[in-house]
């Protein structure tokens, strides 16, 4: 008999728009997904890209999980409530801040992005590090301090929380130190910033601040000038 499959991820049900088309965030190739692929490799420069649409919604309750999509679920799906209490903790502390709220997420977005390939990465502490990061060092003026619990808040131990501020720390030194949350949570920061710069960065300049491959593709997609 063959192993039952939740509806949601069950071929049969399938119409023409569960395989579409999304362009990969670093080169710009197009990458043709099904919708419960969770991540491919884009033929154009060979960064695994995540799939935009998925919906791993199921996945955090389903006993089939692994068998619709694969092994790495836990990995992608551990830290989401715990992220998604902190980005309502921080909506709520930014509440009339906007801008540094809208720079947070996208330090968060970009740290997500740079995430998939390295494999090794905690994502509770460098998607934590980097929405704590942006929130800190955005570049506008700040009215209110965060308060310091919100890691805990969240419900993250203590000996996450304290990985979570040290990676805050050490992203932004230089040179960046290894540590595979440091570097994603370091590039990220440093795209974010470049995305506000005027005028926009030389693309090679940038890339040369960036340790990841992966974040030096993105740079030169982004910035390259045509
Ligand atoms: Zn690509």
Redesign the pocket.
Known sequence: MPAPKCPGQDMRYWTAEDIFDVA??????E?EFWKDEPIRL??????E?RNPRIDLGCAKWCKFAEECLGKNVDHLTAAAPIIETLRASLAKALKDEPKRLAFAEEVHRLADTLAVPEREADPRVLKCAALLLGADVAPFPKHADLPQDLPEQAGLDAETSSSVRQTMDEAQSSPCPEGAEIRIVHDALVLAQAQHAAPPPNPETLADSLVLHSAR?LAR?RFQSD
Do not use: K, M, R
């Open positions: 990969c965030p670093f080169c710009g190739d990458i884009c033929s154009g420069c060979g960064v890209v593709l997609h």
